[in-house]
């Protein structure tokens, strides 16, 4: 090995490494199309992240402000039901839902006179579709309903300290989130609702409280949270599931792919002038454009078919490329080598990808792994025999 095949070799790595630049580039640039293009008409069929409020009840009194006082229910019972039913569009899955909802209310006149109690109810949102929809009052349906941009609002005419009660269904669908909030209330008494999930990945966003009981089961989790009197509740959320998108896994295992060039680039370095390999730098040219071949395949036919078969696919193919090249070049035990080099560094750090928090892990241990087997191969190579200035 001299210093001349050795540049050669890092111009080599250098200009791959400008390659793998440019792809993670264009599918950054191809997730963020889909983001724009694609998020927004999910979104129109599927609907947004989902808040529904609790409903607001109110008299009119001149003493308050805008002239009306408002209260809150004095019991509440709310079911609600979440069917996860992900969507892949382009380079993205997006997290839709469906949610089945279910709330019970009682409420009573808090004053000594007669009263003609509003009942004002907000629909998570103005540009979802409501299926099934159901909204009664003492059990029968509201003949003066109305709808306007502050939700629905039926009147209801009740006697001192009697009460009546509010029955609201609906289902609907939406995206990444569904939540239920308690507005303006300081105080929240006799409030109960039951969640029911058919998926197990649960995470309560921050700012939300977590559920005071949980049950799992073979479909998903029961959780309840119960509040008999509470100040300051917290408003109540579920994260949908976490997806592995496609796209940007893509784009992150390309531009970290170098880092994998490099490593493997290091070992067939090392091992072929201590093995006494002439591998020229045109060698080293198709090494890289085997290693290439992985990502540049991953990157499309993720488009085309699920993540992990593209994933496995393109290894294949790649390895296949690299380890052939290499028995026909340099011979079997050299190409046995690479192929275990290869699905250390390429394959191996690659799959790090699918899991959040591990890349950095598994790039220290292949370094730290890299460089014990290297000291403990070429600790008596008399290197300046080995490398030469011509």
Same mark, same amino acid.
């Given at each position: 090995?001299?210093? %001349? !095949?050795?540049?050669?070799?890092? /111009?080599?790595?250098?200009?791959?490494? $400008? /390659?793998?630049?440019?792809?993670?580039?264009?599918?950054?640039?191809?997730?963020?199309?889909?983001?724009?293009?694609?998020?927004?008409?999910? #979104?129109?069929?599927?609907? +947004?992240?989902?808040?529904?409020?609790?409903?607001?009840?109110?008299?009119?009194?001149?003493?308050?402000?805008?002239? !009306?006082? @408002?209260?809150?229910?004095?019991?509440?019972?709310?079911n609600v039901k979440l069917s996860?039913?992900?969507?892949?569009?382009?380079?993205?899955?997006? !997290?839709?839902?469906?949610?089945?909802?279910?709330?019970? @209310?009682? =409420?009573?006149?808090?004053?000594?006179?007669?009263?003609?109690?509003?009942?004002?109810? %907000?629909?998570?949102?103005?540009?979802?579709? @409501?299926?099934?929809?159901?909204?009664?009052?003492?059990?029968?349906?509201?003949?003066?309903?109305?709808?306007?941009?502050?939700?629905?609002?039926?009147?209801?005419?009740?006697? +001192?300290?009697?009460?009546?009660?509010?029955?609201?269904? @609906?289902?609907?669908?939406?995206?990444?989130?569904?939540?239920?909030?308690?507005?303006?209330?300081?105080?929240?008494?006799? =409030?109960?609702?039951?969640?029911?999930?058919?998926?197990?990945?649960?995470?309560?966003?921050?700012?939300?409280?977590? +559920?005071?009981?949980?049950?799992?089961?073979? !479909?998903?989790?029961?959780?309840?949270?119960?509040?008999?009197?509470?100040?300051?509740?917290?408003?109540i959320a579920m994260e949908m599931?976490?997806?592995?998108?496609?796209?940007?896994?893509?784009?992150?295992?390309?531009?970290?792919? +170098?880092?994998?060039?490099?490593?493997?680039?290091?070992?067939?370095?090392?091992?072929?002038?201590?093995?006494?390999?002439?591998?020229?730098?045109?060698?080293?040219?198709?090494?890289?454009?085997?290693?290439?071949?992985?990502?540049?395949? $991953? #990157?499309?036919?993720?488009?085309?078919?699920?993540?992990?078969?593209?994933?496995?696919? #393109?290894?294949?193919?790649?390895?296949?490329?690299?380890?052939?090249?290499?028995?026909?070049?340099?011979?079997?035990? =050299?190409?046995?080598?690479?192929?275990?080099?290869?699905?250390?560094?390429?394959?191996?750090?690659?799959?790090?990808? =699918?899991?959040?928090?591990?890349?950095?892990?598994?790039?220290?241990?292949?370094?730290?792994?890299?460089?014990?087997?290297?000291?403990?191969?070429?600790?008596?190579?008399?290197?300046?025999?080995?490398?030469?200035?011509?």
């Amino acid at each position: 090995m001299n210093i %001349k !095949r050795l540049v050669a070799i890092i /111009c080599i790595l250098l200009g791959a490494s $400008f /390659c793998w630049v440019i792809l993670g580039a264009s599918l950054q640039f191809r997730t963020m199309e889909s983001t724009q293009n694609l998020g927004r008409a999910v #979104a129109g069929i599927w609907g +947004p992240p989902m808040t529904q409020e609790h409903p607001s009840l109110y008299y009119l009194s001149p003493n308050k402000a805008n002239g !009306r006082h @408002y209260f809150q229910p004095s019991a509440s019972a709310v079911n609600v039901k979440l069917s996860y039913e992900p969507k892949k569009k382009g380079l993205l899955w997006n !997290r839709t839902y469906l949610v089945n909802f279910v709330g019970n @209310y009682t =409420f009573e006149n808090p004053t000594p006179i007669p009263q003609t109690i509003y009942i004002q109810f %907000k629909l998570p949102s103005n540009d979802a579709t @409501y299926n099934h929809f159901s909204f009664l009052v003492n059990g029968k349906p509201a003949s003066e309903e109305s709808k306007a941009a502050d939700g629905i609002t039926q009147a209801v005419i009740l006697e +001192p300290g009697r009460a009546a009660t509010l029955a609201i269904a @609906y289902e609907t669908r939406g995206t990444d989130r569904w939540g239920y909030a308690f507005g303006d209330s300081n105080r929240v008494r006799k =409030f109960n609702l039951q969640m029911d999930t058919d998926f197990t990945q649960i995470d309560f966003p921050s700012g939300t409280a977590s +559920p005071t009981k949980r049950a799992q089961n073979s !479909r998903g989790w029961t959780m309840i949270w119960d509040y008999p009197d509470v100040i300051g509740a917290m408003p109540i959320a579920m994260e949908m599931p976490k997806v592995l998108n496609p796209g940007p896994v893509a784009s992150r295992i390309a531009f970290f792919a +170098p880092v994998s060039l490099v490593f493997l680039f290091a070992v067939l370095l090392i091992m072929a002038t201590v093995w006494q390999v002439n591998l020229h730098p045109m060698n080293y040219f198709f090494l890289a454009a085997g290693m290439f071949a992985f990502h540049l395949l $991953f #990157a499309y036919l993720v488009d085309l078919i699920p993540l992990t078969a593209a994933f496995v696919v #393109a290894a294949l193919v790649s390895m296949a490329l690299v380890s052939g090249y290499l028995f026909i070049a340099a011979g079997k035990r =050299f190409a046995r080598l690479a192929a275990v080099a290869q699905l250390a560094y390429m394959i191996l750090f690659s799959y790090s990808f =699918f899991f959040d928090g591990l890349t950095g892990l598994t790039i220290t241990l292949g370094a730290v792994v890299t460089l014990a087997l290297l000291m403990v191969t070429t600790a008596r190579v008399n290197w300046t025999e080995k490398f030469t200035l011509k």
